[in-house]
């Protein structure tokens, strides 16, 4: 599949599922209801029995990085799925309409320029793979839900990886944030 | 309302409207359905009855467009439902794989810097109003709908617009356009 094509992703808290939920955080703005476990679908299919909440979104194009960025992370990256992956994360996150004001330039130059956001996030790599989701569009609650997995050693890599985005500019833009830990059941 | 914030469109084709349909021309790719009428309303109210078909597209923040440039487009611009702008089009694009496949760099360097897509619409501005809605993350059959309003003796500028943006690099990458033409119907 070319990159940049569009696909939706449904992610359902619940009782069970594929990922059992170890701790949800809410970090800014409203909770989302308590879950057990968690599982990732293709947005066309039926969420499975027994969930409270569906988040959705769509992972798609290139929204702020560059050529030179993205071969470069391209080339670091890791993929999803991973035997040695047994945790995930998924971060929910919604920015202010202050952000969503701003031109392309300025919403560029604070998440790069200033915050670094997309080479910090180079250094974690290949260790902490990553899926963006777009959620904004869609009129979902959260604009951005992002799906990371790590072996269990490196949870202490990708801790500081949050703890250096959430210290940064950009963050001051963002309204609504919940840390969801996971484990695999399976 | 800030600047940037969602709001959602639909817009419905069918036997009558606010709209008259006086053309409807295919560009490129697959038609729509022939359409009498024309109407616009917030996507959340149902459609009228004898639509045939709905386009929908949020109103949403900027993607290419730069401070500078947005400040120039605030100053001349014109608002749409104005008396006079008794002409409309809606024209609904998507563009190719290849388009969405590029960073945002190369886009944006496409979009204006070869294809002077903002510098060149702010030429026919205040006479041309219009607003841009995206599709894409939606998964509608359109990428983007663009409605554009403006006075009967206009309509040549208009054309003349459209003809070139349509030769310019970013049209190469236009893979579906529909023309629809329109006369207020009140």
Same mark, same amino acid.
């Given at each position: 599949? $070319? ?17 059992? /939920?170890?701790?949800? %955080? %809410? ?12 599982? /990732? ?12 909440? $569906? ?20 080339? !670091? ?28 330039? =300025? ?8 915050? !670094?956001? $997309? ?13 963006? #989701? #777009? ?13 990371? =997995?790590?072996?269990?050693? #490196?949870?202490?890599?990708?801790? =500081?990886?949050?703890?250096?985005? !959430?210290?940064?500019? =950009?963050?001051?833009? /963002?309204? !609504? ?5 996971? $484990?695999?059941?399976?």
């Amino acid at each position: 599949m $070319t990159y940049g094509a569009r696909v939706l992703y449904a992610f359902d808290g619940g009782a069970g599922g594929d990922w059992a /939920v170890t701790g949800m %955080t %809410t970090l800014a703005g409203e909770s989302l209801p308590a879950a057990r476990g968690l599982s /990732v679908r293709p947005g066309e299919r039926a969420p499975a029995a027994g969930t409270v909440w $569906t988040l959705s979104g769509v992972a798609s194009h290139l929204r702020y990085t560059l050529r030179e960025e993205f071969a470069a992370l391209s080339a !670091r990256g890791s993929p999803l799925g991973r035997g040695e992956a047994r945790r995930a994360a998924l971060i929910p996150i919604s920015k202010s309409e202050a952000w969503w004001a701003l031109a392309q330039d =300025e919403r560029r130059r604070i998440y790069e320029e200033q915050s !670094r956001h $997309t080479s910090i996030g180079m250094e974690y790599l290949p260790q902490v793979a990553r899926r963006l #989701h #777009h959620g904004r569009d869609l009129g979902e609650p959260f604009d951005f839900l992002t799906w990371f =997995e790590f072996a269990p050693e #490196h949870e202490g890599m990708f801790d =500081e990886l949050l703890a250096r985005l !959430r210290a940064s500019e =950009e963050w001051r833009y /963002v309204s !609504r944030e919940i840390d969801i830990r996971l $484990t695999r059941a399976l």
